[in-house]
């Protein structure tokens, strides 16, 4: 299963522009669980970014912001879970019998 995080916005002449970042099957369950943390206490989630250099220096960016979460369905959110949780289960078996051998 693939997970992406969907940015959406519009330019000044109202066409959509759109950027997808696909997220490592290994922060799949870390990512629900930070977006389940930030639905069930309604707080706001800031966003801000960091670059980093080739030698390794940190700087924060000046661009930041805040927005909150909404969800669709509570029961999509939590077949999704599942979804992530069985595909986890799997994978530790898979891995498990490889050991074995």
């Given at each position: 299963?693939?997970?992406?995080?969907?940015?959406?916005?519009?330019?000044?002449?109202?066409?959509?522009?759109?950027?997808?970042?696909?997220?490592?099957?290994?922060k799949h369950i870390g990512?629900?669980?930070?977006?389940?943390?930030?639905?069930?206490?309604?707080?706001?989630?800031?966003?801000?970014?960091?670059?980093?250099?080739?030698?390794?220096?940190?700087?924060?960016?000046?661009?930041?912001?805040?927005?909150?979460l909404q969800g669709r369905?509570?029961?999509?959110?939590?077949?999704?879970?599942?979804?992530?949780?069985?595909?986890?289960?799997?994978?530790?078996?898979?891995?498990?019998?490889?050991?074995?051998?």
């Amino acid at each position: 299963m693939k997970l992406r995080l969907i940015l959406k916005t519009k330019t000044k002449k109202n066409k959509d522009l759109i950027i997808k970042f696909n997220i490592a099957p290994s922060k799949h369950i870390g990512f629900i669980n930070f977006i389940n943390l930030a639905l069930n206490q309604d707080l706001p989630i800031e966003l801000s970014f960091e670059k980093i250099s080739k030698s390794g220096e940190r700087e924060e960016s000046k661009i930041f912001g805040q927005f909150k979460l909404q969800g669709r369905v509570d029961s999509q959110m939590y077949e999704l879970q599942e979804e992530i949780q069985e595909a986890d289960r799997k994978k530790k078996k898979l891995q498990q019998k490889r050991k074995q051998l």
